[in-house]
């Protein structure tokens, strides 16, 4: 069966997200995962630990921190201890990083330390002692499990990092296409690592709107297509246009340019140049039907999870008809 998510732009207050988390696993989401952007919006932890004590089955993670923003024996450290407070409900989820270095005018950060900084992780989050920085540390406490690490990625480097080392991988977007596209290399760098490329977890991350007036539906999701703009720059700077599918990157074409300051935010001019076909192809839109279809569709192409980033507004409503029209049918 297809697993559900959401995932919080931590914005919001404190309150409304622990109700939105309740409704989501009273109505079968399986997990919730928070945004991590610590200058943009509320940090991420505290608001985890909150979900924690206020949730019983959900899993909970990061969507997507990275290894840049804190040393990795400090997330090592967040991730152990909320697995004590949870009963081992963390996940990892990470990238190089987007808007939490940029919006600082810094850049992502390197493949191999990402690689790294999961390996580090994963060993003191298993309470192994190691070797960190020249000095033995340990944490000999950790001892609720070690979180299945999640790697975000669009190219050809990145998807095969995730094939060689992570429990799962998370694309943003909801386009089958582009999904086959990139798990021809996240298999790749499993198959290179000797590792079985079926039990990596696939996370289909991105907008939805339930609703039949898809002018309206598209509106309220044109957000995201903009902010996925970010990686298919940086993509379009480090490969050659063959390397890349044209279904990827041509939509980029006449963007000029974007502000965090206004980053995954509703009706915003950072996304303008964002078509219908485009918000079509990434997001979700239209009846509980077409979402039930498209969520087949995805799971079809492989797909074990999907995301909602619940963000478009009206999160209650957006929860309530998944809940009730979706759910079931995906059962």
């Excluded at 952007?37 to 949730?55: G, I, R």
Aim: proline share 5%; net charge negative; with cysteine.
């Amino acid at each position: 069966m297809l697993e559900l998510g959401i995932t919080f732009k931590p914005d919001m207050p404190h309150q409304r997200m622990i109700a939105l988390a309740k409704q989501a696993e009273a109505a079968g989401f399986a997990y919730s995962w928070i945004f991590d952007s610590h200058v943009l919006w509320q940090e991420p932890y505290p608001l985890l630990t909150l979900l924690a004590t206020n949730t019983h089955r959900m899993r909970l993670g990061t969507c997507v921190t990275n290894p840049a923003v804190r040393d990795a024996s400090v997330t090592a450290s967040l991730l152990a201890t909320l697995n004590r407070i949870s009963g081992g409900r963390m996940d990892l989820g990470i990238g190089r990083g987007d808007s939490s270095r940029r919006v600082m005018g810094r850049k992502p950060t390197t493949l191999a330390r990402l690689e790294e900084t999961v390996g580090v992780i994963r060993d003191l989050c298993s309470g192994k002692q190691i070797e960190y920085e020249g000095r033995e540390i340990q944490m000999p406490w950790a001892n609720e499990g070690v979180p299945p690490a999640w790697i975000a990625g669009y190219g050809p480097k990145a998807l095969h990092c995730a094939g060689r080392i992570g429990d799962g991988v998370i694309l943003q977007f909801a386009d089958p296409h582009l999904i086959k596209w990139c798990l021809g290399f996240v298999r790749e760098g499993a198959e290179e690592a000797g590792r079985d490329f079926s039990k990596i977890r696939v996370m289909s991350a991105a907008a939805v709107w339930v609703s039949n007036d898809l002018a309206k539906a598209r509106d309220q999701v044109r957000w995201f297509p903009a902010l996925v703009s970010n990686h298919v720059v940086d993509l379009v700077s480090r490969y050659k246009p063959e390397e890349l599918p044209e279904e990827l990157t041509s939509y980029i074409r006449d963007r000029k340019g974007y502000n965090y300051l206004h980053h995954a935010e509703v009706g915003s001019s950072n996304a303008e140049f964002v078509s219908d076909d485009i918000v079509d192809r990434f997001c979700i839109v239209g009846s509980a039907e077409e979402h039930v279809r498209k969520l087949k569709e995805l799971h079809e192409a492989g797909v074990t999870q999907f995301n909602i980033y619940l963000m478009s507004g009206d999160e209650e409503a957006t929860v309530e008809a998944y809940g009730r029209d979706v759910v079931p049918a995906l059962e």
